[in-house]
């Protein structure tokens, strides 16, 4: 007879099994909901010190931010942007230091990167906020001042950064800002401090909202704007050659609104319009309202305004040989000397200036006026031109036959501007003679024309 257990037998053993087993689960998870408890808590407890953490770290950084707006806006408020007499070159001694507009470049990228919305979220700050950790932002708005500063007040007013010109004329450390560089350098400035108000004002704004509500693209574009214009002024600094080219390239195009003022003059007046291509110069415009019309003209005065277009369009298209030379016809007058290239552009802005008025006095049929203007050889800038770059080529000695056949090519190019210049003035001063002896003789002088205008043109015929 067998000794094994029956079923009925094990079964009491078994349900005991089970039932630990049960007790042991449930202990179990029991034990994972505690624990769960205590992270869950952990985590709120974090968030919030995250959250009150980031809210103090804005609250810092708005303040600085405005802080720092407001001191570049009262900055640029104290300086005239929009007065002529700044708008001109006031003298050699103006200079900006190199290390400014690169430091300025790097603060904006430092800035950008401490208002990235994810050091918010994680919280790559230290425990206790420091203000501090702020004063970076402080160079913003400085070295913004300074770059105001720098293109409006001479270098003679920091004594103890530049000694003065009994010392040197000028720190090596800095770029010496000429004639060629205004007024452009100033709408550069302009621009620049501009936008950066901008910039901070909008992230002052954004540092008071949640950084979940951030756009991770959030003022990117602004600041890529400031940062190739800060580039930009940095190559025209470094270039100063191209400077000069730039600035002959707008001449040209205020010379070629002479041309179009003269050609609009001379159609019937229903075909004439205002294109908003009118030049301006100390205040004076080239506008259609000054003009004697068409109707009242005479073939004397018809002609009179036919020939002085070639000299117009003569002086435009050597300056834009000047601005764009090409293999086909090689300047070298852009290889000279800085001090020469910087007396070559003071003497084509006094060519435009002398052309922007003779073209007025043409405008207004005053024959005695321009026959007293042009005794001043008023145009002598344009021969000097000329004359600067002949000088040039003269200069070379070389053995090799190709250069020479270059140098003598380049000095007649030079030679024909000088016979084309003269012909035209030749050609503009005979139709003028016959214009003022007829207005003598028929008595035509406008008397009024000797009013208002006697100032602006007596003032600095010389």
Same mark, same amino acid.
């Given at each position: 007879?067998?000794?094994?257990?029956?079923?009925?037998?094990?079964?009491?053993?078994?349900?005991?099994?089970?039932?630990?087993?049960?007790?042991?689960?449930?202990?179990?998870?029991?034990?994972?909901?505690?624990?769960?408890?205590?992270?869950?808590?952990?985590?709120?407890?974090?968030?919030?010190?995250?959250?009150?953490?980031?809210?103090?770290?804005?609250?810092?950084?708005?303040?600085?931010?405005?802080?720092?707006?407001?001191?570049?806006?009262?900055?640029?408020?104290?300086?005239?942007?929009?007065?002529?007499?700044?708008?001109?070159?006031?003298?050699?001694?103006?200079?900006?230091?190199?290390?400014?507009?690169?430091?300025?470049?790097?603060?904006?990228?430092?800035?950008?990167?401490?208002?990235?919305?994810?050091?918010?979220?994680?919280?790559?700050?230290?425990?206790?906020?420091?203000?501090?950790?702020?004063?970076?932002?402080?160079?913003?708005?400085?070295?913004?001042?300074?770059?105001?500063?720098?293109?409006?007040?001479?270098?003679?007013?920091?004594?103890?950064?530049?000694?003065?010109?009994?010392?040197?004329?000028?720190?090596?450390?800095?770029?010496?800002?000429?004639?060629?560089?205004?007024?452009?350098?100033?709408?550069?400035?302009?621009?620049?401090?501009? !936008?950066?108000?901008? %910039?901070? &004002?909008? =992230?002052? $704004?954004?540092?008071?909202? /949640?950084?979940? @509500?951030?756009?991770?693209?959030?003022?990117?574009?602004?600041?890529?704007?400031?940062?190739?214009?800060?580039?930009?002024?940095?190559?025209?600094?470094?270039?100063?050659?191209?400077?000069?080219?730039?600035?002959?390239?707008?001449?040209?195009?205020?010379?070629?609104?002479?041309?179009?003022?003269?050609?609009?003059?001379?159609?019937?007046?229903?075909?004439?319009?205002?294109?908003?291509?009118?030049?301006?110069?100390?205040?004076?415009?080239?506008?259609?309202?000054?003009?004697?019309?068409?109707?009242?003209?005479?073939?004397?005065?018809?002609?009179?305004?036919?020939?002085?277009?070639?000299?117009?369009?003569?002086?435009?298209?050597?300056?834009?040989?000047?601005?764009?030379?090409?293999?086909?016809?090689?300047?070298?007058?852009?290889?000279? !000397?800085?001090?020469? %290239?910087? &007396?070559? =552009?003071? $003497?084509?802005?006094?060519? /435009?200036?002398? @052309?922007?008025?003779?073209?007025?006095?043409?405008?207004?049929?005053?024959?005695?006026?321009?026959?007293?203007?042009?005794?001043?050889?008023?145009?002598?800038?344009?021969?000097?031109?000329?004359?600067?770059?002949?000088?040039?080529?003269?200069?070379?000695?070389?053995?090799?036959?190709?250069?020479?056949?270059?140098?003598?090519?380049?000095?007649?190019?030079?030679?024909?501007?000088?016979?084309?210049?003269?012909?035209?003035?030749?050609?503009?001063?005979?139709?003028?003679?016959?214009?003022?002896?007829?207005?003598?003789?028929?008595?035509?002088?406008?008397?009024?024309?000797?009013?208002?205008?006697?100032?602006?043109?007596?003032?600095?015929?010389?």
């Amino acid at each position: 007879m067998s000794d094994s257990p029956t079923p009925s037998q094990n079964k009491p053993s078994s349900s005991h099994e089970v039932e630990r087993k049960l007790r042991f689960a449930r202990q179990t998870i029991k034990l994972h909901e505690l624990r769960n408890e205590r992270v869950q808590a952990s985590i709120e407890t974090s968030n919030s010190k995250v959250r009150k953490q980031s809210a103090l770290i804005r609250a810092l950084y708005a303040n600085s931010l405005t802080h720092s707006y407001l001191q570049i806006e009262a900055a640029r408020d104290s300086h005239p942007f929009r007065d002529p007499e700044i708008l001109k070159f006031n003298g050699p001694t103006y200079a900006l230091t190199r290390g400014l507009l690169p430091r300025l470049r790097r603060l904006l990228l430092e800035m950008t990167d401490a208002l990235e919305p994810t050091r918010f979220q994680e919280l790559r700050f230290s425990d206790q906020p420091d203000p501090m950790e702020l004063d970076w932002l402080g160079g913003i708005p400085d070295n913004a001042c300074q770059l105001l500063s720098s293109v409006f007040t001479d270098w003679y007013s920091y004594p103890e950064e530049y000694p003065g010109p009994s010392s040197h004329p000028c720190p090596t450390s800095s770029y010496i800002l000429h004639s060629y560089h205004y007024p452009e350098i100033i709408w550069a400035v302009d621009r620049i401090t501009s !936008d950066i108000v901008h %910039l901070l &004002r909008n =992230y002052a $704004e954004q540092s008071q909202d /949640e950084p979940e @509500l951030w756009s991770p693209e959030y003022g990117q574009a602004d600041v890529g704007q400031i940062l190739r214009l800060i580039d930009q002024m940095v190559d025209d600094l470094e270039h100063p050659r191209t400077m000069i080219q730039i600035k002959w390239q707008r001449v040209v195009r205020e010379t070629q609104v002479m041309e179009l003022a003269v050609i609009e003059c001379l159609k019937p007046k229903e075909l004439r319009e205002t294109n908003n291509r009118e030049g301006t110069f100390e205040g004076t415009h080239l506008e259609l309202d000054q003009w004697v019309p068409r109707e009242d003209m005479d073939q004397r005065e018809v002609d009179l305004r036919k020939s002085f277009l070639p000299v117009l369009k003569i002086c435009r298209i050597l300056l834009n040989k000047l601005s764009r030379p090409t293999s086909s016809e090689p300047l070298v007058i852009l290889e000279a !000397d800085m001090t020469v %290239l910087n &007396r070559l =552009y003071e $003497e084509t802005h006094k060519m /435009e200036s002398k @052309l922007r008025k003779l073209t007025i006095i043409v405008l207004t049929s005053d024959t005695a006026r321009a026959r007293r203007y042009l005794r001043h050889d008023c145009l002598a800038s344009f021969r000097l031109l000329v004359q600067s770059n002949q000088s040039c080529w003269q200069a070379y000695r070389s053995d090799d036959s190709d250069l020479s056949i270059l140098i003598q090519t380049a000095l007649e190019w030079c030679e024909m501007w000088t016979v084309q210049y003269l012909a035209a003035i030749k050609h503009f001063e005979w139709k003028l003679s016959v214009a003022h002896f007829d207005d003598i003789f028929y008595n035509q002088n406008d008397t009024n024309s000797q009013t208002e205008s006697d100032d602006f043109f007596s003032s600095s015929d010389d």
